[in-house]
C-alpha cells in the first residue's frame, strides 16, 4: 500500500490550498478578457487607495519574459483570453476581488486568429505582433554543448498550398521548419500495392486538473518555502529558483500531494513566480488561489492538428512508405508535438521509408503544453481508423495487419530510427485478442434494430523512460531503510514503486523501510521530472544503485570488522554476513552504528563527485547519521524504453440518436515487469477512460467572431464521467522485462490513453461500415450528422479545429 | 475597467455560462462581490456532530465556512460552481455540493464532512477502507467527495447494484479517471465483493 493512500481517503494529506500561514494574504489575477490587444494604460489609483489593499504586481515587478516565453503576467501585448495581466494583494480573497473590480485597464484590440491555416494563409492574421510560428533551434556551441533557442518567425504558405491541405491533399510549396525522412520513399510508394491519402483534424482540449495550480509562499531567514501543485518534486528545484532569482539552496519546495496533472504541472509553472515573488516584496505569506476558470486559461491544454497523412503497403501488409505533413495548434504559448506523432507511427508501422513535415503555429487560444501522451495518443486516435481503412482494402484482418507493422525488440522509433531496449507489441497484440475475444467478436452479427455494434483495436506508445539520475538510500542505526526520494507525487504512486527498488535489493522488509519525499528539507536527491511515463524506469534504476552502493559499503563495514574482504560477504535478512559461515555478521543496525564511527563515503561525509549538487545537498543534510548509500545512474546500455500498449474495445451504437455504449474494453500493456499489480490496473483504467475523452468527448470550442472560448467549465469541457466509460475492462500486461532496468520496469502512463482511444475510434468506424472521420473527438453531432447523410460536421476536408 | 463594467461582464458571464466574457475573477465574485461592505453574522453550525459557531458573511458558501473558517480542508474545491463533486458533504444525510449551498441554509441542520467519517476511535469507515483495497484514488483530490457520495448511498441503500452505485457515484468527476476502482470500493463497502 503507497504510504500516502490513508490520507487521500481521509482527507487529511495536504495539497497547496490546504496550507495556511499566519498573517497570510491573499492574490487574485486580473485577467485579460480578450485574445488579442495591447495593454495601453493601467490605472489602479482607486484600488490601491482601497483599505485592506496590500500591494499591486505587474509584469515590471518580475523578470522580463520576451516572447517567445509565456510570461506569468502580460507586459505589453495580450495573446490569450484569461491572461494574467496584474496581480493584487489584499486581507482577504473579497478585497483583493473588489479591488480588481476598481482598476482600469485600457486594453487596444488588436486581429487575433484561432485556426493556424487562416493565420499561414497569405495576408492572414497572426497571434504575436513578432509572428505566427515558433522556431526552435539547436546549435552546438563551445566543446560540444547544445544551445537551445526559440524564436518566433512569420512564416506564410501560398494560398493553393492551404487549399490543398483543406481538400485533403499534399500541401505543395509549403514552408516546413521541422522536417526528417528515411528510406526511399519513392521507391517505398513503387512498390506498394495499395496507397491512401487521407486528411486528419484533433481539436486540443485542457487537463483540467482537478486541483487547480493554487500556491503559497514565504520567506523566512532568507529561504523561501514555496507550497505548490506540481507533478514532479526534485526537478522543480533549479526552476523555481531561478524564478525567484535565488540559490536553490534557499528554496524548500513542498508537494505532498498534488490533484492531478496529465502532463500540465510537470516543471515549475509561470504563476509560481507570481506568488514566491509577491510574498517577498510584501514581506507576507502570499497564498495564489487558481480558480476553476483560471485553470481553463492557464492550465494548458493539448494541442491540435490539421494534417495530412499518405500511405503505402505491399501486398503482405507491410508499410513500404509514410508522407506525413502535421500543422500544430500551439495555442498562445506556439509548441506543438508533430514530431512526436510521427514517432507514434514509427513504432506502430515500423515503414520502410518515412518523411515528416510539420509547423507549429500560434493561436491566440489557451497555452499549450505536454498532455498524457502528447502528439502521439492523438496521432494514435485518428491512425486507427486510417489504419482499418488500409488493412480492409487488402482483404487482412485489422489485428494481422498491427501485427505486421507493430514494432519489435530489433525495431525503431522516430526520425533517427533509434533503437529500443525491448517491445513485444506482437505478444501484447496476441495476448489482447484472446483476452478480448477478437475472432469470435468479428463474427458476430453486428446488427440489432436500430443498434449495432463495432469493435476496435488500437495501439499507444509513448518513449517511457531515462537515465543518468540519482538515488539515495541511508540505513539506521535502528536497521531501518530510510529511501529519499525526489519523485513528486501526482497520483500515480511511482514515489513509492520507485522506492521499492532499493528495498528489495536491500532485501529489507517494507515495513522496515521509510520513504522521504514531498519537500525539499527532506533531503532528496536529483530527480528527472514526472512526466513522459519515464519514472518507473528512470527511477527504479537510480534506486537501485543507490542500494547497490550500500550493499558494496555494508560488506566492506562487515570486512573490516570481522576479517576477510568484502567478496566474502553477502546480505540477507537485513543483515550482512560471511558467505562460509552466516553466524558470523552484522545486522544492519550494527553496520550504520559502524558506518557513522567510520565516517567518510560511509556516512555520506563524502560523496561521489557525479552526483547533481541536488543530491549533493540532500547528502549534506544526512550525512553522520547512518550508513548512506548514493549513487549516480551509469548502468550501461541505450535505445529508448518504450511503453507499448495494445487496446480492444467493443460498442453498441445507436443509429437513431448517433450515441454509443462502451461494452467492453480490454488492454496489454508492454511495459516490462509490472512492478505493483493494483496500481498497474488503476493506471490502465484511468488512462482507457482519457482514451474516451480524447476520442470521443473533449475539445476546445471558440467562437470565430470574438475569439472567446465557449467551454471553459468541467460540465461543457466533458471529461468522462462514470457514466460514460466501460465498467467491464479486462487490464493485463505481456510482462516481459526490460533488460535494461534491474527491477524490469518501463513506463505506461501515457500509452494507456492511446490505445484506449485508438481502440474506440477504430470501433465506431467499424460501426459504421468503416467510415472515416478523420477526426478526434469524433462527438455524437457528427455521427448523427454522418448518418443522416448531412456533411456539415463530418466532412473532414475543412480541417476545422477549435471552431466546428 | 470599473467596477460597472465588471458587474455587467459578470451577468453576461452567466448568460453564456460560463463563456469567456468574464474576467478571470467573476465565479469567484459571486461568493464575495459584497464581501468588504455586508457584515458576517455569527451562527453555529452542527458539524460532525459539534456545535461550531462561526461568523458568516450573508454570500459565503459552506464549502468556503468548512475550508477557510473552521479548518476543515478535508472538503476539496474542484470547480466552486457545482460541475464536479468534489466539495461533497452530507447536509442532513443527503449528499450535496457544499460550494453551491449558503452557509445560511444549513443553520438547524446536521453537515457531515469528509473528517466526521472515521470512527471515534480512529477506525475507517467501510468505505474508506474498501477505496483503501481498491486503490481507488490516484492523485485524492477527489476523494474526499467520493467517500461521502458512497457513505451516503450505503446508508439509505447498504446492498445497491453496480448500476445504482454507479448512478449514486455520477455526481463525482474523477479526473485520474479509474472510476471502477471506486465502483468495485462501494460494492466491497456493502459487502457485495470478496
Ligand atoms: S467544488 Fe463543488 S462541485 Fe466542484
Redesign the interface.
Known amino acids: ?1 503507497p504510504p ?12 497547496a ?2 496550507y ?1 500561514r499566519e498573517g497570510m494574504i491573499f492574490a ?4 485579460s ?1 480578450m485574445p488579442s490587444g495591447r495593454v495601453a494604460n493601467i490605472d489602479a489609483s482607486d484600488a490601491l487607495r ?1 483599505d ?1 489593499v496590500i500591494g499591486i504586481m505587474t509584469a515590471d515587478d518580475l523578470p522580463p519574459s520576451p516572447p517567445p516565453g509565456n510570461p506569468a503576467l502580460a507586459s505589453e501585448y495580450i495573446t490569450f ?2 491572461q ?1 495581466i496584474l496581480a493584487v494583494a489584499a486581507v ?4 483583493a ?2 479591488a ?6 485600457d486594453i487596444e484590440r488588436k486581429d487575433f486568429v484561432i485556426d493556424p491555416l487562416e493565420s499561414l494563409a497569405p495576408g492572414g492574421p497572426k497571434a504575436y505582433p513578432e509572428g505566427n510560428v515558433l522556431l526552435r533551434t539547436r546549435e552546438i556551441g563551445p566543446g560540444g554543448t547544445p544551445i537551445m533557442s526559440a524564436e518566433i518567425k512569420d512564416i506564410k504558405w501560398p494560398q493553393s498550398a492551404i487549399d490543398a491541405l483543406r481538400e485533403g491533399k499534399e500541401p505543395v510549396g509549403a514552408e516546413f521548419p521541422s522536417e526528417w525522412a528515411f528510406g526511399d520513399l519513392e521507391a517505398g510508394f513503387a512498390q506498394s500495392t495499395h496507397i491512401i491519402e487521407e486528411p486528419f483534424v484533433t481539436i486540443g482540449y485542457p487537463h ?5 495550480r493554487t500556491s503559497m509562499a514565504y520567506w523566512e531567514n532568507g529561504k523561501c518555502y514555496f507550497h505548490g501543485s506540481s507533478q514532479s518534486q526534485s526537478a522543480n528545484d533549479n526552476g523555481l529558483a531561478r524564478m525567484l532569482n535565488i540559490d536553490p539552496a534557499n528554496l524548500v519546495f513542498i508537494n505532498e ?6 502532463g500540465s504541472k510537470i516543471g515549475p509553472y509561470p504563476y509560481m513566480a507570481i506568488s514566491g515573488n509577491f510574498s517577498r516584496m510584501l514581506n507576507r505569506p502570499v497564498q495564489l488561489r487558481i ?4 485553470e481553463f ?1 492557464l492550465g494548458s491544454a493539448r494541442s491540435g492538428m490539421q494534417g495530412w497523412i499518405k500511405i503505402g503497403v505491399k501486398d503482405n501488409g507491410k508499410v513500404a512508405a509514410v508522407d506525413l505533413v502535421i500543422v500544430n495548434d500551439g495555442g498562445s504559448t506556439g509548441g506543438g508535438s508533430g514530431s512526436s506523432s510521427a514517432q507514434h507511427v514509427t513504432i506502430a508501422y515500423q515503414p520502410e521509408s518515412m518523411r515528416f513535415r510539420g509547423i507549429s503555429v500560434y493561436t491566440n487560444t489557451t497555452p499549450r503544453g505536454a498532455q498524457r501522451g502528447p502528439g502521439q495518443n492523438e496521432m494514435a486516435a485518428v491512425l486507427a481508423p486510417i489504419s482499418d481503412k488500409i488493412a480492409t482494402s487488402i482483404n487482412m484482418d485489422r489485428v494481422a495487419f498491427r501485427r505486421v507493422n507493430v514494432a519489435d525488440s530489433d525495431g525503431f522509433q522516430g526520425g533517427s530510427r533509434g533503437p529500443l531496449t525491448s517491445a513485444f507489441g506482437r505478444e501484447a497484440l496476441d495476448q489482447g485478442a484472446r483476452l478480448f475475444g477478437w475472432d469470435e467478436k468479428i463474427n458476430q452479427p453486428k446488427r440489432n434494430g436500430s443498434k449495432v455494434r463495432g469493435v476496435g483495436v488500437g495501439i499507444g506508445y509513448h518513449g517511457a523512460g531515462g537515465r543518468g539520475y540519482d538515488g539515495l538510500v541511508r540505513i539506521a542505526p535502528d536497521g531501518k531503510l530510510h529511501i529519499h526520494s525526489g519523485v513528486g507525487n ?4 511511482s514515489y513509492a514503486g520507485t522506492s521499492r527498488a532499493a528495498a528489495e535489493a536491500l532485501q529489507v522488509e517494507w515495513d522496515n523501510c521509510e520513504i522521504h519525499r514531498g519537500r525539499t528539507d527532506n533531503h532528496l536527491p536529483h530527480s528527472s521530472g514526472q512526466g513522459g511515463s519515464n519514472t518507473m524506469f528512470t527511477h527504479g534504476r537510480a534506486n537501485w544503485v543507490a542500494a547497490q552502493d550500500a550493499i558494496t559499503k555494508l560488506k566492506e563495514i562487515a570486512a573490516s570488522e570481522l576479517g576477510g574482504s568484502p567478496e566474502d560477504f553477502e546480505i540477507g535478512g537485513e543483515r550482512v554476513f560471511k558467505s562460509s559461515d552466516s553466524t558470523q555478521g552484522l545486522s544492519y543496525a550494527e553496520a550504520a552504528q559502524k558506518a557513522i564511527e567510520m565516517g567518510g563515503k560511509y556516512s555520506g561525509m563524502e560523496y561521489p563527485d557525479d552526483i547533481n549538487p541536488i543530491t549533493q545537498r540532500a547528502v549534506q543534510g544526512i550525512q553522520g547519521t547512518g550508513l548512506v548509500g548514493v549513487s549516480k545512474d551509469k548502468i550501461p546500455g541505450q535505445g529508448q524504453p518504450p511503453g507499448i500498449q495494445v487496446g480492444f474495445c467493443e460498442i453498441e451504437m445507436d443509429l437513431d440518436t448517433g450515441k454509443y455504449e462502451i461494452l467492453n474494453y480490454a488492454a496489454v500493456a508492454d511495459c516490462g515487469t509490472v512492478v505493483h499489480p ?2 498497474f ?3 490502465m ?6 482514451g474516451v475523452g480524447l476520442a470521443g468527448l473533449e475539445r476546445h470550442v471558440y ?1 470565430p467572431q470574438n475569439g ?9 469541457s466533458k ?5 460514460d ?1 466501460s ?1 467491464d ?1 479486462n487490464m493485463s500486461a505481456v510482462n516481459i522485462p526490460d533488460p535494461q532496468n534491474p527491477i524490469g520496469a518501463r513506463g505506461i502512463g501515457e500509452p494507456t490513453q492511446g490505445a484506449s482511444a485508438a481502440a474506440l475510434a477504430s470501433a465506431i468506424a467499424d460501426a459504421l461500415d468503416g467510415h472515416v472521420f478523420n477526426t478526434a473527438p469524433v462527438t455524437t453531432d457528427m455521427i448523427i450528422n454522418h448518418l443522416a447523410g448531412n456533411t456539415y460536421s463530418t466532412q473532414t476536408p475543412n480541417l476545422k479545429t477549435n471552431t466546428f | 475597467m470599473n467596477s460597472r463594467l465588471t458587474r455587467r461582464r459578470f451577468i453576461k458571464g452567466v448568460i453564456f455560462s460560463g463563456a469567456a466574457a468574464s474576467t478571470g475573477a467573476s465565479f469567484y465574485l459571486a461568493n464575495a462581490q459584497s464581501g468588504q461592505s455586508s457584515a458576517e453574522r455569527l451562527v453555529t453550525l452542527n458539524i460532525n456532530g459539534r456545535n461550531r459557531p462561526v461568523d458568516v458573511l450573508p454570500q459565503e458558501t459552506l464549502a468556503h465556512t468548512l475550508r477557510y473558517k473552521l479548518d476543515l480542508t478535508g472538503t476539496k474545491l474542484g470547480c466552486n460552481r457545482g460541475e464536479c463533486g468534489a466539495c461533497t458533504v452530507l447536509i442532513d444525510e443527503v449528499p450535496n455540493y457544499s460550494c453551491s449551498v449558503l452557509t445560511h441554509n444549513v443553520k438547524g441542520k446536521t453537515v457531515t464532512t469528509i473528517e466526521g467519517i472515521k470512527a471515534a476511535d480512529g477506525t475507517l469507515h467501510a468505505v474508506q477502507q474498501a477505496f483503501i483495497d481498491e486503490n481507488s484514488p490516484q492523485c485524492g483530490f477527489c476523494t474526499p467527495g467520493q467517500v461521502m457520495s458512497a457513505v451516503a448511498l450505503l446508508r439509505s441503500n447498504p446492498r445497491p447494484t453496480r448500476k445504482e452505485a454507479l448512478q449514486a457515484m455520477s455526481g463525482n468527476l474523477y479526473r485520474c479517471g479509474a472510476y471502477e476502482h471506486y465502483l468495485n470500493g462501494v460494492m466491497r463497502a456493502s459487502g457485495q465483493l470478496a
Open positions: 500500500m500516502d493512500i490513508p490520507g487521500k481517503v481521509t482527507g487529511e494529506i495536504k495539497y490550498e490546504d495556511k487574485r489575477l486580473l485577467t478578457p482601497m485592506g483570453v484569461g494574467p482577504s480573497e473579497e478585497i476581488e473588489e480588481i473590480s476598481r482598476i482600469r485597464v483540467h486538473s482537478l486541483e487547480p500531494a498534488t490533484g492531478g496533472g496529465f480558480t476553476r476558470e483560471q486559461y501526482l497520483g500515480t504512486y493494483k496500481n490496473e488503476n493506471a483504467r484511468g488512462g482507457a477512460v482519457w467562437d472567446l472560448p465557449a467551454n471553459v467549465g468541467l460540465y461543457q471529461p468522462p464521467t462514470y457514466l466509460i465498467t475492462t
